[in-house]
């Protein structure tokens, strides 16, 4: 399976601040997502990172917020944006490698927390 | 909407089989995956299932379908101390750009 690389893995931000976290696959993907993991809870969809055009966002979620970037088939950059304490959750990354049937696979994650 | 939902926690003592179960309301749902979470950790993919499979088999791991009902476990034999984490069931389809939809979790507490 493809080697998922995400950077940094954790950082403590000052409220009112961005940080961009990258995330790397060692291969080209045809898929590229972003998840948001809240303390406690579940994962929630964020986006779906489309290469060379526009992230395609779920519901609550907005590119001011969260702008997402795909510039290839293999690197895409997340940015939290004018960051809250409710920011705080840990921040995931996912692929779908090429081929058929390919089944969905996670980085590490970022985790992010907001004094 | 979709919706998948697990129960919330589990213990079960060293040695013995667990089983965690799932359900999802999305009849289209095409791959049901478990994915498991350690503490500090990322998802780590464990296995997964093809809405055309009745059962898939790997190693201590058993996941078995059943598409009428909507209802997907995964049976963990000789649970070791290792296995205890945070195992989220998740289903995606074609027809929603492949995005997951994930359970809530169950918890999976291995006692010695």
């Known amino acids: 399976s493809a080697v998922i690389s995400q950077k940094p893995s954790r950082d403590i931000c000052q409220r009112g601040t961005s940080l961009t976290i990258q995330c790397q696959v060692d291969s080209q993907v045809t898929m590229m997502f972003w998840y948001r993991q809240q303390p406690g809870q579940s994962l929630t969809l964020i986006a779906t990172?489309?290469?060379?055009?526009?992230?395609?966002?779920e519901s609550g979620f907005v590119i001011d917020k969260f702008p997402i970037s795909r510039p290839n088939l293999t690197f895409s950059t997340l940015t939290v944006s004018n960051m809250s304490p409710e920011d705080s959750s840990i921040y995931l990354c996912?692929?779908?490698?090429?081929?058929?049937?390919?089944?969905?696979?996670f980085g590490d994650g970022t985790r992010l927390s907001i004094l | 909407g979709e919706d998948v939902e697990q129960s919330l926690f589990l213990s079960v003592r060293e040695g013995d089989s667990s089983v965690i179960n799932c359900t999802y309301t999305d009849s289209s749902s095409t791959y049901l995956y478990w994915y498991k979470q350690e503490p500090g950790a990322g998802l780590q993919l464990l296995t997964y299932?093809?809405?055309?499979?009745d059962m898939k088999q790997d190693q201590r791991l058993t996941v078995l379908l059943n598409k009428k009902d909507k209802h997907l476990s995964l049976r963990i034999a000789d649970t070791q101390t290792g296995d205890s984490a945070i195992y989220f069931c998740?289903?995606?389809?074609?027809?929603?750009?492949?995005?997951?939809?994930f359970g809530s979790g169950t918890r999976l507490l291995v006692r010695p």
């Open positions: 299932i093809f809405s055309n499979m």
């Open positions: 996912s692929v779908v490698s090429q081929g058929a049937g390919q089944p969905q696979h």
């Open positions: 990172a489309n290469q060379g055009s526009e992230a395609t966002y």
């Open positions: 998740a289903e995606s389809n074609p027809d929603s750009s492949y995005k997951l939809i």
